[in-house]
């Protein structure tokens, strides 16, 4: 099934007609397609079937309780990067031994958290963060498995905020440095490392940095071996992209310009699979993005239009606190109409109603005519949208709904004023 279709002019998530929510649940809403998301969770899955391995849902993408329970009744497991990930992950049922914790920033109190949860593994960033697991794991009187992260130094093409894997950036051990910091973790009684991590990004749409990591870490798993470690557990972190451009195309709407081809999840698999097999290795894999970005929509409503001197604005209720993908990154996301009303199109910024110049979800794009108390759907933001949400100018966060066929449920309630 399709998360979201127009049908008759009106954009449907499954079986409903979105232009029915707001009046019910108000606006700005975040809605998710519960099918959507099982079918991505499966498009990663399924190609991998011939390599032992776990399917870890990246938290920080969209923590929202409700979903983390359909992936954790899917079989995913679970990669957090915090002590509010962890909770949450093991609330929703994922079972500890398909938990990995990473992070660069580990404070004592979560790493001791996460060893009294007898998570699978710590994914470690330097040696000093070693000694701090050693000495937490000493005083709990426990052994901690440890994965070390490296900083492979391969470019992802990414955006540089969501780069993760080059030698400036402050993640992972350099490759350099790496079997030095592997015979260090051997020395430390209270340390049993079993794997080796990479994350080199997010929103990568090229399958050669993929391939490239692939066939660095298997390389590198051959040399720790030859050095007497026996490493047996890869994490390839995530970072597969999604479509953003003309995710939904009709006669009425303009086709945007789009130059990033985006290759199926399932292109991505088949092309990791030979390479990592070949480590003899049981391989995580990380994504986020890719499981839930398409599956969800940002409804807004229009509040104004209105024109200074060249330009046009379309003013509406949802901001950067709701969806900041924009402002931070100067992401794209198509924006349409729930009820397509006329084929003709406008040059507008599409922007919120806070008290920055930054703060628009869209701008000098080309859009269907709009006008006050029409409604929008912001595509494409299941990702990296509530979980990246703030209170900034006082906003009480959006409310979360999802969708299973036909029927509608309420997964976060809207943030009211006196929880602020
Ligand atoms: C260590 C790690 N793993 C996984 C992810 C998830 O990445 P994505 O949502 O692009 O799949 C991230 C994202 O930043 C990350 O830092």
Known sequence: MEGFRYQDNELYCEDVALHELPEEFGTPLYVYSKNQIIQNYRAIEEPLK???????????????????????????????V?????????????????ITFAGVGKRDDEIEYALKSNIFTINAESAQELQVISRVALRLGVKARVTL?????????????????????????????????????????NLETVGVHAHIGSQITKIEPFVEAANFLTRFVT??????????????????????????????????????????????????????????????????????????VLLTKVLYTKENGAKKFVIVDAGMNDLIRPSLYGAYHQIVPLKLQTYEHEHADVV???????????????????????????????????????????????????VNGDRVRVIRERQTIDQL
């Open 223 to 296: 040399s720790l071996r030859e050095a007497g470690m026996p490493i047996n557990h890869i994490d390839f972190g995530g970072g597969f992209a999604v479509q953003y451009l003309n995710v939904l195309t009709h006669e009425a709407l303009p086709v945007e310009p789009d130059n990033a081809v985006v290759p199926p999840l399932r292109q991505y698999m088949e092309a990791l699979v030979p390479v990592l097999r070949e480590s003899g290795c049981s391989v995580w894999f990380e994504p986020g993005r890719s499981i839930v970005a398409n599956a969800g």
């Open 82 to 98: 915090s002590g509010g990930e962890l909770y949450l992950a093991l609330k929703a049922g994922f079972p500890p031994s398909r």
């Open 352 to 402: 919120g109603p806070i008290c920055e110049t930054g703060d628009f979800l869209a701008r000098d794009r080309v859009l269907p005519k709009s006008k006050r108390d029409d409604y929008l759907a912001v595509m494409t933001t299941g990702a990296y949208g509530f979980s990246l949400a703030s209170n900034y100018n006082a906003r009480p966060k959006p409310a979360e709904i999802l």
């Open 149 to 189: 992260r490296i900083n492979p130094d391969i470019d992802a093409q990414s955006h540089p905020y969501i780069t993760t894997g080059l030698k400036q950036n402050k993640f992972g051990i350099p490759a350099e440095e790496a079997v030095g910091v592997f015979k260090f973790a051997a020395t430390m009684q």
């Open 50 to 80: 011939d390599l032992d391995h776990v399917v870890c849902y990246a938290l920080k993408a969209n923590a929202n309780p409700a979903i983390l329970k359909i992936l954790a009744q899917e079989g995913a497991g679970a990669d957090v």
